[in-house]
């Protein structure tokens, strides 16, 4: 397959025009061969993913955190390392921020949902332009202590959680990655508790005052659904064939 028709096509489906405040250069952001067979998918572009996909021979790295995020850069250190290793081997990369986050069906605050068993979503939490976050009611009610649990089973990892708010969780806000920042936005939303994947000092005491509770899954593991959801799409839809790269931070 034609690399431009691959970035087209993952361009539109992601609607990467209507994110033009996200901080992340989303869509192309390397260019490599013209012609494209084999996709590596990867939460981050680092070292390590550029390294393996390289070594697999893969004409495309596919991530959700790429290498260039919005104030111009000099091409030296360890960006030089990475951009020379994906140029040296003709490998291309394309990065999908917000748009990852957000997409309806696809994207990782939607499969989070979907893994909860949240059939009927709303939009919550605005966030560089666009809100961002996920909101709607758990098949039945659980305590956080229950809730937990069950977001560990989904994703495999640690999860840690601040009671603030009711006994029992109804009403869920899901927003992968660092998204404490909108505990606020949870509770005016009428959230119990929210999920997300990091905290921070700030949002202890805005979450304790809202009286929302906070989940915090990790970073990363909260944001391996939608690359890998991509590149199913991408395999079934042209035939491409891919593999995940799996490089958990453990935040």
């Not at 096509?9 to 084999?38: C, H, M, P, W, Y």
Request: some cysteine.
């Amino acid at each position: 397959m034609r690399l431009r028709s691959l970035v087209r096509f993952l361009d539109e489906t992601l609607d990467i025009r209507s994110f033009r405040q996200d901080k992340s250069l989303n869509g192309l952001q390397v260019e490599g061969r013209a012609e494209v067979r084999t996709v590596a998918l990867a939460v981050d572009a680092c070292g390590e993913s550029i390294s393996r996909a390289v070594r697999r021979r893969a004409d495309l790295l596919l991530v959700h955190h790429g290498l260039f995020w919005g104030e111009t850069a000099p091409v030296t250190g360890i960006l030089a390392r990475r951009l020379g290793r994906l140029l040296g081997a003709g490998c291309s990369l394309y990065a999908a921020h917000l748009p990852l986050d957000c997409h309806p069906s696809l994207g990782n605050n939607a499969r989070l949902a979907a893994s909860l068993g949240i059939a009927r979503t709303e939009r919550f939490g605005e966030y560089a332009g666009v809100e961002i976050g996920l909101c709607g009611e758990l098949p039945r009610p659980a305590g956080l202590k229950s809730l937990a649990a069950g977001v560990r089973r989904r994703l495999g990892g640690p999860v840690r959680s601040l009671p603030f708010g009711p006994r029992l969780v109804r009403r869920l806000g899901i927003v992968s990655g660092a998204g404490a920042s909108l505990a606020q936005a949870a509770a005016e939303a009428g959230c119990d508790a929210l999920l997300t994947g990091e905290t921070s000092h700030s949002s202890y005491h805005t979450a304790r005052e809202c009286g929302v509770s906070l989940v915090f899954a990790g970073h990363y593991a909260t944001e391996t659904a939608g690359v890998l959801a991509l590149g199913e799409l991408i395999a079934g839809r042209f035939g491409l064939r891919t593999f995940f790269i799996d490089l958990p931070t453990g935040y």
